[in-house]
């Protein structure tokens, strides 16, 4: 048997018996931005696992469910989603996932224009829960290789706007208790504060006024071009 026979038999055996069910794809970790948005998640890119000699496609399997990869419709676009319950995107050849050792990320949900509908990315319409899986389709969008399932993801979800609290702090239930107290408090020390002054403006008697008080004049002798004049009580 010759050599390029022999080369070819090694190819074709090691595409047939590749089996990829033992990787899980998983978000990127935690410290990296953007990891979960209410609209995309990002994934790390599988490093040095897929056929580098074959020409195979590989795609990105968005559910929100498990299905049955042998009975994808294809092509199944992102707008297929709401229908089918699962979307296939992110294509790309087996060969275009290399053995590098620099850190790559897929980020699912980014493409905002879907210029391509039958690839498209599109931003994720709910908070999930999302399952994926990469599956390689051949020529004939047939399905001849898979990784296994993610665990399932969930999106952050915003808050309307009816909802969110505007008090500068959060506030616990004990505050809450603390503050009804204080405020019940502060009510009966008002109410305290009233009655002690209406009591106490009772008692108080008014003030008596004096009576007018006579008094008699008299001149001074030597006072001879003016003259003073002085009062003084009379006894």
């Given at each position: 048997m010759s050599s390029h026979i022999q080369v070819w038999m090694l190819v074709t055996l090691s595409v047939v018996a590749a089996d990829y069910t033992y990787y899980i794809p998983q978000l990127v970790p935690t410290s990296l931005q953007g990891r979960l948005t209410t609209t995309t998640f990002t994934l790390e890119s599988p490093k040095c696992l897929f056929n580098q000699m074959s020409t195979n496609t590989v795609w990105l399997l968005v559910a929100n469910k498990i299905v049955d990869t042998t009975k994808l419709t294809i092509p199944a676009p992102y707008s297929s989603f709401?229908?089918?319950?699962?979307?296939?995107?992110?294509?790309?050849?087996?060969?275009?996932?290399?053995?590098?050792?620099?850190?790559?990320?897929?980020?699912?949900?980014?493409?905002?224009?879907?210029?391509?509908?039958?690839?498209?990315?599109?931003?994720?319409?709910?908070?999930?829960?999302?399952?994926?899986?990469?599956v390689v389709l051949d020529i004939n969008n047939k399905t001849v290789d898979e990784t296994g399932w993610s665990g399932f993801i969930t999106l952050p979800q915003g808050k309307a706007s009816s909802v969110i609290d505007t008090w500068p702090g959060r506030r616990s239930g004990g505050m809450i208790?603390?503050?009804?107290?204080?405020?019940?408090l502060l009510a009966f020390i008002l109410v305290g504060l009233i009655g002690a002054f209406i009591l106490g403006s009772k008692h108080v008697k008014p003030d008596t006024v004096a009576p007018p008080v006579a008094t008699k004049n008299y001149e001074t002798h030597y006072a001879s071009e003016k003259k003073h004049t002085y009062s003084e009580p009379l006894n």
């Open positions: 709401a229908s089918n319950g699962y979307y296939l995107t992110l294509n790309a050849t087996e060969s275009s996932y290399n053995c590098d050792n620099n850190a790559s990320y897929i980020r699912v949900g980014s493409d905002t224009s879907c210029s391509t509908p039958n690839t498209c990315n599109g931003p994720l319409a709910s908070s999930g829960k999302y399952i994926v899986k990469f208790v603390l503050t009804s107290i204080l405020s019940v």
